[in-house]
């Protein structure tokens, strides 16, 4: 593939379609409202998750192609399956430095309602590939 955005496979999130805030599916023209899902990722935008519906083409453990919805370099949160889930549109988040210096993790971000829990996501590029 040429020209896709990449990015980590576990920031890929399946959303039900109807439970999508009203000003998503407004501004995105990726939505088929005709599904009862669609793909999406979270974009950190500030200091607040924004839930972006993404096209998708291929797909690993590790990577997957993003073919429209994401441009080069935006933070897209990255985490274990439980804490996306729980994450929601504009949500507030936190950069916290890792330590790490490899990687494609910079940081991670903690999401407010997660908080208590410990929930912790990584914050990742996306890349051009």
Request: net charge negative.
């Amino acid at each position: 593939l040429e020209d896709v955005i990449v990015v980590p496979s576990q920031a890929i999130v399946d959303r039900r379609v109807d439970d999508l805030p009203k000003k998503v599916r407004d501004e995105s023209d990726l939505i088929d409202e005709g599904r009862t899902f669609t793909r999406a990722v979270f974009v950190r935008d500030g200091e607040q998750a924004s839930l972006r519906p993404v096209r998708i083409a291929a797909s690993n453990l590790r990577r997957t192609a993003v073919l429209a919805g994401l441009e080069e370099g935006e933070e897209v949160i990255v985490g274990p399956f439980r804490s996306l889930q729980g994450l929601n549109h504009e949500t507030s988040v936190r950069l916290r430095d890792t330590g790490e210096d490899e990687g494609e993790a910079e940081g991670e971000a903690l999401a407010a309602d997660d908080a208590d829990e410990g929930a912790t996501d990584s914050v990742a590029d996306a890349e051009g590939g």
